[in-house]
């Protein structure tokens, strides 16, 4: 008899999806990289293609510190037309690649990068996978002069938002902004909902990511990883 195999950790998922979405990046291009756990194995695995690319254009602070630490250019969003790929993660994602994202505070600057490019790759465990958004909280980037009637605007639509705070304070973004959390929200239409909440004044962004779907997901499980493309 066989010893049963130790179950995968979560964490192996994320540096095999971090190592498999290397096969996206095209050597001589720059390529978007996102933001969070699941993303620093991709800029990990990246490392070995720094000869081979010009280099990434990043959506945070703290992706463009570990880029640089490993020796990778970053270049400013502003600098590039056009990317072919990029590479994020996501917590939620549904059977169509709608996500939803902002888990790390990133969701502005992830959008703002993943308008660049023609290709979006989510790189996520298979515990991401949803059939529906929503049971996530959405993180949703405000104006903190906004905040209260933005709550309201939430609570009209049967959603609790709660200020993110760090250290007991309110968190504040690379753009100097803060996040409400959105528990309890049933989101049917993606679509239709980041338009509808987009124009709600104050709101930065909001976190879900159905304008700039991914087209492809490439999926930690503990049978391998799932190409799930849209
Ligand atoms: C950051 C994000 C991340 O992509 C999302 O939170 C997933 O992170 P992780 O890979 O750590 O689970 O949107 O703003």
Redesign the pocket.
């Known amino acids: 008899m066989t010893a049963p195999s130790a179950p995968i950790h979560q964490d192996e998922l994320?540096t095999l999806v971090g190592q498999a979405a290397l096969q996206y990046v095209r050597p001589g291009e720059i390529v978007g990289v996102?933001?969070?756990?699941?993303?620093?194995k991709f800029i990990d695995a990246l490392a070995s293609m720094k000869g081979e690319i010009k280099g990434a254009v990043s959506?945070?602070v703290a992706s463009t510190e570990r880029l640089l630490a490993l020796g990778i250019p970053v270049f400013d969003a502003n600098a590039v037309e056009h990317l072919g790929v990029y590479i994020?993660?996501?917590?939620e994602i549904d059977g169509q690649g709608y996500m939803v994202?902002?888990?790390?505070?990133?969701?502005t600057r992830?959008k703002i990068v993943a308008a660049l490019a023609q290709q979006f790759v989510c790189?996520?465990?298979a515990s991401?996978l949803v059939a529906h958004l929503g049971a996530f909280p959405l993180?949703v980037e405000v104006i903190p002069m906004a905040a209260g009637q933005i709550t309201r605007r939430f609570a009209d639509l049967g959603g609790h938002a709660q200020l993110r705070l760090k250290d007991g304070q309110p968190l504040v973004t690379d753009n100097g902004q803060h996040i409400l959390d959105v528990h309890g929200l049933k989101i049917t239409d993606p679509l239709a909902f980041e338009s509808q909440v987009n124009q709600w004044p104050g709101v930065v962004t909001v976190?879900v990511f159905a304008h700039q779907k991914a087209q492809v997901c490439l999926l930690g499980t503990p049978e391998g990883v799932r190409t799930l493309t849209y």
């Not at 994020?88 to 917590?91: C, E, K, L």
């Not at 994202?101 to 969701?107: I, N, S, T, Y």
């Open positions: 994320k996102g933001t969070g756990s699941t993303v620093n959506s945070s994020d993660g996501a917590d994202k902002g888990g790390g505070a990133a969701l992830e790189i996520a465990d991401k993180p976190g």
